[in-house]
Each structure stands twice: as C-alpha cells, then as structure tokens.
C-alpha cells in the first residue's frame, strides 16, 4: 500500500515515492494497487490521466479495495460524482458526506494526538487515499455550487452539508502534504469561503479551514477583493469578531514582521523602493479596509476589555466548545481544561473540608474555568490586531479611537483579575509545555499586551492615559517643584480617557516588574513597555516620576546583583537605564549611590563591555548627559560630576576612543540592522561632541594610531567612511523620519548632517576629513555596497 506521510516532514515526498514504487512492482500485467496510486499521483501533479475515482468502475474499485484496505474511500468517492450533479437535491450527496468524515476525522485526531506527544511518524492512508481520488477536488466543486448559476437562479446547499464538506477538507489537510497549499492556490475559493461565514453554523469550521490556508499562501489575500466585507464583519457577534481576528492576524501583517531587527538595512531599503513603486502592500491595504468599517475598533475595543463575567452565556459557549470538540486542536485544549477543572474540584474539595462546608462538583466548576481560558485566547488575538494597527500606515487614526473607546482604561480595570492573574496549579497548559513556556495562554496574552502598551506609548502624546487623574497631578507637582514648564502632551490629556482606579496601568506594570523573577521572559517585554514611555523628547518629570518608583534601584539589581545573562533582558535594561538617567542629575545621584564600591562598578562595566551592541544606547545617554552637565554651572551638578564614578569614567578620553573603536569596528553596511544601527549613530554622537569642542582631528587621529596599533592601517577607517555614506543614503531619504535622532540626542538634525558631509569630505588637507587620515595604499572608500 502507498503510504502518506505525515504533514509537514522534510523527507515526506521521498518516502511516499519509495512506498508507492514498493507497492508497485512493475507496470507488466493487471494493475496493482501501488500502480493505481503512482498513476493518479501523476495524474494530480501534471492534471492529466487519472485524477479522479469517476475514471474506474465501481466493481474494479471493490475488487482493489479487498487487497488495499481503502476504506470503501474511493467508492464513495464514484458515489458522490453520481449525486452532486447540479440538478441534484443534494440528500443523498449528505448521506455520503456523512459516512466519509468519520473516516477522516479519525483519522486526523490521531495525527494531531500523536504530533502532540512526538511519537514516531504515523502513516494515515484514508485522507490520503481521499484525496489522491480526487476527494478534495470534488468537495471543492460541491462547497462553490452557490456560485453558479441556473435560468437566474443560484444553487444553494444546506449549511450542514457545508460543515461536513468544510470539516473533511480540514481533517484531510491536517493529515496529508501539500493540500493545504493547492487549496491556496485557488484564489477564488479562498475568497468565497468568506461568504460561508456569514452563517454561524458553519462560521467556526470556515474560519479555521482559512485561517489554515493562509498561513501557506504565498502571496496575501487583499480584503477588498472580499463580497460585501464591511456587511459581513459588521454582521458578527462578539464571539465571531473575536475568532475572526485569528484571520485577520495573517491579513494585516507583513509578511516579515516577525524578524524584523534581524533584516539588513540595505536589504529593507531595496524593498522600500520597489514598493514605492508598486504602492501599498496588501497588508496597508487590509489595514484601511478594516479601519473602514464602521465601529470596527470601537468592537475591538470592547472584546478587549470586557470582564469574564460580560462574556457569552454558559449555555452558548458549552454549544460551542462541543462543536470544536470534533475540531482537532480545541479538543485537546477541551482536555486540557477538564484537567483544570479537575485540579479545582479537588482544591475546592479539601478547602471545603477543612471549613466544614459542602464542595460543589466538577460540573459547576468546569464552565468559570473555561470562560476564562477561553475569554484570554480570544484577547490574545484581539490585542494582536489592535497592536499591528497601532504600528501602520494610520497610525494616529488608530490611537484616536483608541483612546475615545477607552481601551487603555479598560484594559486597567482587567490587570488584576485577567491580565496579570496569579499563576495558579490549575493554569492551562497546552501539551507538550509547560506552564513557563511562551506557548502558553496566559503567557502568550502577559507578552501581546505588553506589546500593546509598548506600541501604544511610543512617541505618542496619548502616552499619558497610562496614568490616573492622581498620577497626572503628580507629574505637575514635579515640574512646579523643579521650576520646570509642565509638558504640553500633559495639560492637553483628556482626563475623562485616563485610567481610573488608586493605580494607572504604568504603575501596575512597575509593581509587577520589580517582583519578576530573574529567569523570567517578561523581563524583556516590560522594559521596553516602561522604556517606550519614556522615549521622545527627554521629560524630567517623566523620569522623576518613575525615579521615585525605584525603578532605577531594579534596573540595576538585575543588571549588577543578579548579573543578568540574557542578552535582549541586558538591552532592553541598558535602553531603559539610558532614558531614565539621561540629563538627570538627580538618577545619577542615586546611581552613584547604588553602585557604591568599586567591585559594583567594575560589574557594572563587565556587563556594558560584553556586548556594545546591547549597551550603546547607555554609552550614548551618558555621554550626552556629560557634555551638558559640563557646560552647566550648578552646585548640584558639579556634585555629581566630582562624585559619580560613571560619568567621570566616561570623561576619559581614552575611554570615548575605546568605545569608538569598537562601535566602528563591530559593524558593516553589509550587517547594519535595526538593531545595531544605533552604534553608528552612537559613533557619530561621539565625533559631533568632540567636534563642538574642535577636537574631531585629535579623535581621528588617535582612531589612526588605534588602527596602526592592531597592524591594520585603514581597516577601521574604510569601515566608517562606507557606513557613513550608507548613514547619508539611509536618513536622508524623504520617507525617513530624522525627528527621532534628534530627540534622543537633542542635538539638531541638520547638525548630524553637517558632521557627516565634513566627515566625508574628499579633500585630503582637511582635518577633519576621513580621508585624510587613510593612507593612500589603503584607500578603498569607493565600494559600491549597494550590489554586495
């Protein structure tokens, strides 16, 4: 018999081939099974010859299917071409319907179990058999039957046969390679399954059969290519808003979004100019389609923020969960639930013992357990949605409705409770996981809001409705006391939209910050959440009010008592360290006073030198913040000068031309991502300081002897003047946004630019050129990085 391999292994199409031509034995004599399969196989791939069981006789099938074990499948199979003609009433073809899916639904459960515990690979011929005999093909035709039409009148079928019709090509496509993606190929079938959603009966299994089938079609659906889009989400309840979001999740982000930091810049930047020049992409064009419809986000927003208690009925989501009970994945978390259940039932027991009291049963404790779950997996794919909305092309729209449908105070009122729950026994854990892993529910929904919050915050004046009406009085007390203006974003918040409640969602995120563990993932996320709010234009009430949260004393605990060893943990700590303390004489007061000895500072150092990548943007704010303090003339700030070992450790020069050295030396136009971009930018903060205090030739000279000493002469040099030609070709692009340099360094963009231009100059007798410091037979500054 020829065998299907399991979904998705790398040597699957190999060791069916060997299996079929096993099973052969020669083309010579009557056809055998294996010879039958090999030929529709072929049949399949080129679309010619056998096909489908339509081609064989009933009783050649019958007498093939006592030797092979087919199940009956391809009999069937000739059985359902006689009754899905189109004048047909379409009974019979159900009753057919009805005895194939067991078959396969079987079938594709064992598959699914059996990937769950990593067992040896399965073989399942019946799905592979259904297909291979033109099953899927045919279902095809019979689910698009409503699209044609017969003397003005169009063909309909019963949305139960419809749900058969969905859930045998969903079980096929689970157990046998490649269907999956010939169902992607079909564009038009792809588009009308979103016209099956517009029936609740068959809502759940269409949304999971497309949400499949996009996540293998290469090139993205475009919305607006859907019948009546804006009738058909509007039409939704609540609880199929919610599951649609899992398809909406594939339509509206790039197709690269997930390991953006790692894409070379030359890279994205040779994509940017191609899609100027095809306009938008299918995602941007998603995006406004669904920004379109009417009282999307608002929708959105409410799913969002409701309370467990706000959410479906018992009764409709039993109904619900018995209907995913047969569709694979739900069933296994439906075991996973009971097993919570079960874990309450007995806790609930002894504690009822104890008190004397009488425990209620499994029955009643089963459904609070599920609505949770089941309310934190739809909230997952909402946040998600809202969160690449947050970060497109309308941007501000996105944050206006945001904040009018109080998304942010909502999302507050769930901290508690949902959000950020204890982690109990009982708490779901998918199989094969465990309750730590990212895969988990509760996990997964801790790091899609923390996103949220980080997209929410960055550079953006709505920032502020993370705070309370308190917290907001408390930032004015901050600039009153400091003789300070208060921020303009602050007097202008709309405090009917700020959170309510003794504590605003920033103030949370901190008190659960400083109890994470030090082996915990969040760490990563909830600095760059807290980190987010933080960028932009320097605030020093924005850092006092954090200042006096102790978030500095955090940051540094982890970073010098716990020494930390993750590297995006150490970045994301560096980054926040470096916004919370820069200009602020105040932070570095209380860093000098944490880091007290000597054996604390130089532990401190360890971990800034152990990777520049991570740490640059500290070095950057540092050294910034010293040029200020410098040209200040204050009795508090000449405190911290003759006191702070960081900043006295920065001011030596030998210190600025180590770190130059390594930021140059550990980047390349070729390597340049958005992640280590900052150490160029931090190379010329550097060269733009020392050039105000005309001392640009000193530090390229002394850059000279560094590369003379390492017997490379002009290895380091070369290395710069291609990456800041490749600086002036990035950022002064229309398109680039050079706000951003400026704020972070508060120094003017058109200053960048002229540094760079003198940096760059041709002429060999200025100082100040890099040219003149490469020796002629080094010289190799015209490379076109462009085509490497």
């Known amino acids: 018999m020829a065998a299907a391999p399991a979904a998705g292994s790398g040597a699957g199409r190999g060791r069916r081939a060997a299996a079929t031509v096993a099973a052969w034995g020669g083309w010579g004599g009557r056809p055998r099974p294996g010879n039958i399969l090999l030929q529709l196989r072929q049949g399949q791939l080129t679309g010619r010859g056998l096909v489908r069981a339509v081609q064989f006789t009933e009783t050649f099938l019958a007498e093939r299917d006592k030797q092979s074990k087919w199940s009956g499948i391809p009999q069937l199979l000739l059985k359902l071409y006689a009754t899905s003609h189109l004048h047909s009433d379409f009974i019979e073809c159900q009753n057919i319907l009805k005895e194939i899916s067991p078959l396969l639904s079987m079938e594709a459960m ?22 291979l005999f033109g099953g899927v093909d045919l279902l095809v035709e019979i689910l698009m039957r409503p699209t044609i039409s017969i003397r003005g009148q169009k063909l309909k079928i019963s949305d139960e046969m419809s749900k058969d019709c969905l859930s045998i090509l969903y079980n096929t496509c689970v157990c046998t390679e490649g269907v999956t993606k010939r169902l992607a190929e079909k564009n038009d079938f792809v588009i009308f399954l979103f016209t099956l959603m517009t029936s609740k009966k068959t809502f759940l299994q269409t949304a999971t059969l497309i949400e499949d089938i996009l996540g293998v079609k290469k090139e993205m659906i475009r919305l607006d290519e859907v019948p009546n889009l804006s009738s058909l989400v509007s039409n939704f309840d609540q609880q199929q808003l919610a599951n649609f979001c899992r398809i909406l999740a594939v339509t509206i982000s790039e197709m690269d979004t997930g390991n953006d930091d790692k894409h070379t810049l030359l890279a994205k930047n040779a994509q940017q100019k191609k899609s100027l020049s095809l306009g938008p992409s299918a995602a941007e064009i998603n995006q406004a389609a669904l920004l379109s419809i009417p009282g999307f986000v608002e929708r959105l927003c409410k799913l969002a923020t409701r309370k467990v208690s706000e959410s479906t ?150 920032k502020y409705l993370l ?19 208060e921020v303009e974003a602050v007097l202008n918040t709309d405090r009917s939209l700020v959170c309510d409640g003794k504590r605003g969602l920033l103030t949370r995120l901190l008190q659960v910050m400083k109890k994470e563990p030090a082996e915990s993932s969040f760490r990563f996320w909830q600095a760059r959440a807290v980190e987010s709010f933080l960028r932009g234009t320097t605030s020093y009430a924005d850092q006092m009010f954090l200042l006096k949260r102790g978030l500095l004393e955090h940051i540094l605990y982890c970073i010098v008592d716990s020494e930390c060893k993750s590297r995006d943990v150490l970045q994301s700590y560096f980054d926040l360290l470096g916004e919370l303390m820069k200009f602020n004489v105040d932070a570095f007061k209380r860093f000098n006073k944490y880091i007290n000895t000597d054996a604390k500072f130089q ?83 550097i060269l733009m300081l020392a050039r105000r205090k005309e001392r640009l030739p000193l530090y390229l000279r002394l850059l000279q002897r560094m590369e003379h000493s390492k017997k490379y002469p002009g290895f380091l040099l070369n290395n710069f003047h291609n990456l ?26 058109s200053y960048w630019k002229e540094t760079v231009s003198i940096l760059l100059n041709p002429d060999r007798q200025s100082p100040s050129a890099l040219v003149s410091y490469i020796e002629e037979p080094y010289m190799d500054i015209d490379r076109d990085f462009t085509e490497e």
């Open 467 to 485: 705070l309370n009406n308190q917290e907001l009085n408390e930032l004015s007390a901050i600039s009153l006391k400091a003789n300070i203006p």
């Open 603 to 685: 532990v401190f150092l360890k971990q800034i030198n152990s990777s520049l990548v991570d740490s640059n943007m500290l070095v950057r704010c540092v050294t910034l913040s010293l040029d200020r303090f410098e040209n200040q003339v204050d009795m508090k700030v000449a405190e911290v000068l003759s006191e702070c070992r960081l900043l006295a450790y920065i001011s030596q020069v030998p210190t600025q031309m180590s770190f130059l050295f390594r930021l140059i030396n550990i980047i390349h136009v070729q390597t340049l991502t958005q992640e280590n971009v900052s150490c160029l930018n931090t190379s010329l903060v």
């Open 110 to 131: 064992a598959f699914v179990t059996e990937e769950r515990k990593l067992t040896q690979e399965t073989t399942y011929p019946n799905t592979y058999i259904f297909d």
């Open 313 to 462: 009925g018992t009764a409709s989501f039993l109904q619900e969960l018995e209907e995913w009970y047969t569709w694979l994945d739900n069933a296994l978390v439906l075991d996973a639930l009971m097993r919570v259940a079960n874990e309450e039932s007995e806790h609930n027991q002894g504690a009822s013992e104890e008190n004397g009291l009488p425990h209620t049963s499994t029955r009643t404790q089963l459904p609070q357990s599920m609505k949770i779950m089941h309310e934190i997996m739809y909230k997952l794919e909402v946040l998600y949605v809202l969160c690449v909305l947050l970060m497109g092309r309308q941007r501000n729209q996105v944050h206006r409705m945001i904040a009018e449908f109080k998304l942010i105070p909502g999302l507050n009122n769930l901290f508690d409770k949902l959000i950020w729950r204890k982690h109990s026994a009982s708490a779901l854990v998918l199989h094969g996981h465990n309750q730590n892993c990212d895969c988990s529910p509760d996990i997964t929904l801790k790091i899609q809001f923390l996103r949220l919050l980080q997209s929410f915050s960055d550079h953006h004046e709505n």
């Open 724 to 749: 800041l030609r490749f600086w002036q070709q990035h950022y002064l692009h229309k398109d680039k946004d050079s706000t951003c340099l400026e704020n972070s360094s508060c120094i003017s963009f």
